[in-house]
């Protein structure tokens, strides 16, 4: 998951690392009142999690108090890229007097990390690697050894940049191996009139992996422009919407992802990838049905469970409870295997649901789910 800019600050700062005073805010007053506590003047920044933010107008220097509110309120609400600005950065201005780049970042193919450095930061750094690639430096980092003062030392006379720069390189490496993270980048690292080094843009690329010992970040980043995608994220469900007519629920996301492919190979299309997970309880089948039966292009649905951990009969129960608050509306093809299955299947039998079919294989059950969803 990538930071915003704000939250790459406050990493920064707890590392060592010169960053400029800056509050955050969403509202333009109180952006008028920031910008009186750090001076009057104050550089205006769109916290969006994409770069180019200044060439779409989104960081703006503004004189004073009252341009700091005009000018917070012109960007808030503002569209880069199709990131909605829902805060603002206020940050003290700073004299540049150069601008650098630097970031580390995981080369996975080549199985260690890349520094890369170059004298000529600011905004295009992409168009000075491709025009001039002589201009940026990149030294493989072995992450077993790390960035030591000799190591950045070489990274930052391969670049290029003064010898101030040398400590923040370390730092910055803290950054990346303590905090998680898979890319850290500053862009531009400055040098000021007073020959001060600042960190004045950061993005950091957490490790999803290590969210759970990350979690003073919120949650991951979940742009789910599709309402079923959003509805089911609301209730904690794997799910993901797909194109086709046969809404599929399953336990494992092996199984489910084996499951779209046979309802493929049976002539339909899946209509959603749902993986209600090991222990599959009443309530997870509700909620996991009612998502998909709410999808107006599901004709069927397809539920293929392999009892395991959850036995097939508290999977049959969870399906008979969720036709309780769930009105069924479409048919839905049961296959239940495994554990207690026979069971399981009784449950099913027992409720007697004039919409639920049984199926006893994963092959039979898609043929019958993509039968039902193809025939008008
Ligand atoms: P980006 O466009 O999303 O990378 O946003 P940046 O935070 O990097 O800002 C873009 C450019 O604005 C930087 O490269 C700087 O040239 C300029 N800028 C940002 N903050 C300041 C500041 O405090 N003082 C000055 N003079 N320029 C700034
Ligand atoms: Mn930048």
């Given at each position: 998951m990538d930071l915003y800019e704000h939250q790459a600050r406050e990493l920064f700062e707890e590392h060592g690392i010169l960053v400029p005073r800056a509050e955050v805010t969403d509202s333009p007053k109180e952006a008028r009142g920031i910008a009186r506590r750090l001076g009057g003047r104050a550089v205006v920044k769109a916290q969006v999690k994409t770069g180019g933010r200044g060439k779409a107008g989104g960081v703006k220097l503004a004189a004073d108090p009252a341009a700091a509110e005009l000018t917070?309120?012109?960007?808030?609400?503002?569209?880069?890229?199709?990131?909605?600005?829902?805060?603002?950065?206020?940050?003290?201005?700073?004299?540049?007097?150069?601008?650098?780049?630097?970031?580390?970042?995981?080369?996975?193919?080549?199985?260690?990390?890349?520094?890369?450095?170059?004298?000529?930061?600011?905004?295009d750094i992409e168009e000075?690697?491709?025009?001039?690639?002589?201009?940026?430096?990149?030294?493989?980092?072995?992450?077993?050894?790390?960035?030591?003062?000799?190591?950045?030392?070489?990274?930052?006379?391969?670049?290029?940049?003064?010898?101030?720069?040398?400590?923040?390189?370390v730092r910055l490496w803290e950054v990346l191996t303590?905090?998680?993270?898979?890319?850290?980048?500053v862009n531009p690292l400055v040098r000021?009139?007073?020959?001060?080094?600042?960190?004045?843009?950061?993005?950091?690329?957490?490790?999803?992996?290590?969210?759970?010992?990350?979690?003073?970040?919120?949650?991951?980043?979940?742009?789910?422009d599709d309402p079923l995608e959003a509805a089911a994220a609301a209730r904690g469900l794997n799910y993901v919407k797909?194109?086709?007519?046969?809404?599929?629920?399953?336990?494992?996301?092996?199984?489910?992802?084996?499951?779209?492919?046979?309802?493929?190979?049976?002539?339909?299309?899946?209509?959603?990838?749902?993986?209600?997970g090991g222990g599959a309880s009443a309530r997870i089948m509700a909620d996991g049905l009612s998502v998909v039966l709410s999808d107006p292009a599901v004709k069927s649905v397809l539920v293929n469970v392999f009892g395991g951990i959850t036995a097939c009969d508290a999977v049959a129960e969870g399906i008979v409870q969720a036709l309780e608050s769930v009105r069924l509306t479409k048919p839905l093809v049961v296959r239940l295997d495994g554990n207690n299955a026979v069971r399981g299947r009784a449950v099913l039998d027992d409720r007697a649901h004039p919409l639920v079919h049984q199926a006893t294989t994963m092959d039979g059950a898609a043929r019958r789910a993509a039968r039902l969803a193809t025939a008008d």
């Open positions: 917070a309120r012109q960007i808030l609400g503002m569209d880069i890229k199709g990131h909605t600005v829902r805060k603002v950065m206020l940050a003290q201005p700073v004299d540049i007097e150069d601008e650098f780049y630097v970031s580390y970042v995981l080369d996975r193919a080549a199985g260690h990390f890349l520094a890369i450095a170059s004298a000529e930061g600011g905004m000075v690697a491709a025009s001039r690639p002589d201009a940026v430096a990149r030294i493989p980092v072995d992450p077993a050894e790390g960035v030591t003062s000799a190591k950045a030392a070489e990274i930052a006379e391969a670049a290029g940049l003064p010898p101030q720069t040398v400590d923040v390189l303590r905090e998680d993270a898979l890319l850290v980048e000021t009139a007073q020959g001060r080094i600042l960190a004045l843009d950061g993005k950091v690329t957490l490790d999803d992996n290590a969210r759970f010992r990350q979690e003073r970040w919120g949650e991951k980043d979940a742009p789910h797909l194109d086709g007519e046969v809404g599929v629920i399953g336990n494992g996301a092996g199984l489910v992802m084996s499951t779209l492919d046979v309802v493929a190979g049976c002539g339909a299309r899946p209509a959603n990838f749902l993986d209600i």
